[in-house]
Structure formats: structure tokens, C-alpha cells
T-cell receptor
Framework: QQQVRQSPQSLTVWEGETAILNCSYE??????FPWYWQFPRESPALLIAIRPVSNKKEDGRFTIFFNKREKKLSLHITDSQPGDSATYFC????????????FGSGTQLTVMP | EAAVTQSPRSKVAVTGGKVTLSCHQTNNHDYMYWYRQDTGHGLRLIHY???????EKGDIPDGYKASRPSQENFSLILELASLSQTAVYFC???????????FGAGTRLSVL
């Protein structure tokens, strides 16, 4: 049972376009949602995170939109750059549970120049 | 300067053999984790620890043991390696109450 689902599996956009990566979750107790990115042959690293006290978190060109009612969130990357090409993982945890992070299977983003 | 160091970086093991993956962190973090990464499956938690001399099972602990002899060190042990354990293994650490994971560079394990 996948508790955190991501779509699409892979996404290709042109440089300058907005990339939209989707994530949904099952457990309504999840209250922390980080996105990690991973470049080829490197380890994952935290990109941006949101807690449900807000429905939007922005950091430069990266924005998380959060919909608690639908248990969905999305990562928008505006003005995409070839250097943004990486695999993006959505994750979730619950402060009322074991608070271990559960990762989605990732979206591989390719930005074409 | 790397705060989470894994060794070895890659390893080829034979089926049925014993494999030990090591992890050392200088972050002074309480929590340490072992994740497995397979194509299409993201990162799956094998074992974790929040204090020395204690380990906890994650989501996929079968076939793996873990050891936390000190705050800085956390090992993953495959007593009888199997073909299905071919994967990339990541160690990570995090501070208590802070859910940001800091990953090591990973160990690429091939079981033949």
C-alpha cells in the first residue's frame, strides 16, 4: 500500500516553462511534507517543505501548493532551467505517529534547453 | 567535510555471503537511518535508530540487521545476501524533533 503517490513518473519540459509535479497521500495525520531532489549519481537533499498551517510555500522558483481537503499537493517550478533536471521525491510524516518520513516513488524531470 | 560518510561506496557480494555497510556521521544527530533505493520505488526505510545500542525496524526490515554502537556509527548487516538485495543503500541522519534528513553519498551493492 503506497501511502504517498507521485505523478507523473517522468516529465519533460522546455527551458523557461513551468513544471508541475503532483503528490497525493492517504494518511490524514500527515502534517509535514518535504520535497527532496536527487541529481544523477548523487544523494537526495531537501529542496522545500510545507506544514498544513499554510496552503502555499514559496522559495524562489519553487512553490508548493497544498490542498488538505483533497490530500494533494503539487510542486511548481517556474522558469525551469536545465540545471533543474533531477528526480523529485515527495515525502510525508506525522508528528502524532512515528514521524518517520515516507517517500513517494519520485518524478524524473528533464528540462530541455 | 561530509557530515554523513558511508563505506564502502560500492561492493560486489556473492549470494549467501555476509555484507556489512557502514555509516559515520559528524552532525551530532540522534537519529540515523538506512534507506534502500530501487528504480521506481523511491526510498524505502529499512532500519533506524534514535539512540546508541538501540535499533528499530522500518518498512522493509526482512533480511537486514542493524547495529548502532555509538551515536556516530550505524551499520547495516546482510547476513545472507540475496540477489533481490541488489540496490543503492543510503544512510541518513536527522536531529531530534527536526525532520530534515541529511544523506550520505550512498553504497551501490551488487549481489551476484
Amino acid at each position: 500500500q503506497q501511502q504517498v503517490r507521485q505523478s507523473p513518473q517522468s516529465l519533460t519540459v522546455w527551458e523557461g516553462e513551468t513544471a508541475i509535479l503532483n503528490c497525493s497521500y492517504e494518511d490524514s495525520t500527515f502534517d509535514y511534507f518535504p520535497w527532496y531532489w536527487q541529481f544523477p549519481r548523487e544523494s537526495p537533499a531537501l529542496l522545500i517543505a510545507i506544514r498544513p498551517v499554510s496552503n502555499k510555500k514559496e522559495d524562489g522558483r519553487f512553490t508548493i501548493f497544498f490542498n488538505k481537503r483533497e490530500k494533494k499537493l503539487s510542486l511548481h517550478i517556474t522558469d525551469s532551467q536545465p540545471g533543474d533536471s533531477a528526480t523529485y521525491f515527495c515525502a510525508a510524516s506525522s508528528s502524532s505517529g512515528s514521524w518517520q518520513l515516507i517517500f513517494g516513488s519520485g518524478t524524473q524531470l528533464t528540462v530541455m534547453p | 567535510e561530509a557530515a554523513v560518510t558511508q563505506s564502502p561506496r560500492s561492493k560486489v557480494a556473492v549470494t549467501g555471503g555476509k555484507v556489512t555497510l557502514s555509516c559515520h556521521q559528524t552532525n551530532n544527530h540522534d537519529y540515523m537511518y538506512w534507506y534502500r533505493q530501487d528504480t521506481g520505488h523511491g526510498l524505502r526505510l529499512i532500519h533506524y535508530s534514535y539512540v546508541a545500542d538501540s535499533t528499530e525496524k522500518g518498512d522493509i526490515p526482512d533480511g537486514y540487521k542493524a547495529s548502532r554502537p555509538s551515536q556516530e556509527n550505524f551499520s547495516l548487516i546482510l547476513e545472507l545476501a540475496s540477489l533481490s538485495q541488489t540496490a543503492v543503500y543510503f544512510c541518513a541522519s536527522s536531529d531530534w524533533g527536526e525532520n530534515t534528513l541529511y544523506f550520505g553519498a550512498g553504497t551501490r551493492l551488487s549481489v551476484l
